[in-house]
Nanobody, 127 residues
Framework: QEVLVESGGGSVQAGGSLRLSCASK???????MAWFRQAPGKERETVAT???????TYADSVKDRFTIAMSSNKRILTLQMSGLKPEDTAIYYC??????????????????????WGQGTQVTVSP
């Protein structure tokens, strides 16, 4: 059974907006959640992270365009994307790190500390 399920991907023209969602069925204590993306031929990269105390961190490439947020019940993670560019085209994944350090997220680029991953959702931005 999948712990994380993403939705909301699709195709949009440059300058447009999309909202991704990730539903969590994790039954333990969540420390951190994040969005990653992987473009064709490139390594997976961190897009944004959020602690359960709502501290957020963004990759420079998406800062001021994307917003990561968590629902009050800690079950729905979202990524609001605006001002989309063709270089944002990728498969987007949500990830969850369990644990009691609810103020802590791994540094951008660190993947090994995440315990669960979604199946990914495709985002395509046309020029």
């Amino acid at each position: 059974q999948e712990v994380l399920v993403e939705s909301g991907g699709g195709s949009v023209q440059a300058g447009g907006s999309l909202r991704l969602s990730c539903a969590s069925k994790y039954t333990g204590v969540t420390s951190c959640m994040a969005w990653f993306r992987q473009a064709p031929g490139k390594e997976r990269e961190t897009v944004a992270t959020i602690t359960m105390t709502d501290k957020t961190t963004y990759a420079d490439s998406v800062k001021d365009r994307f917003t990561i947020a968590m629902s009050s019940n800690k079950r729905i993670l979202t990524l609001q994307m605006s001002g989309l560019k063709p270089e944002d085209t990728a498969i987007y994944y949500c990830a969850l790190r369990g644990g009691l350090k609810t103020w802590y997220c791994p540094a951008l680029g660190v993947e090994r500390e995440y315990d669960h991953w979604g199946q990914g959702t495709q985002v395509t931005v046309s020029p």
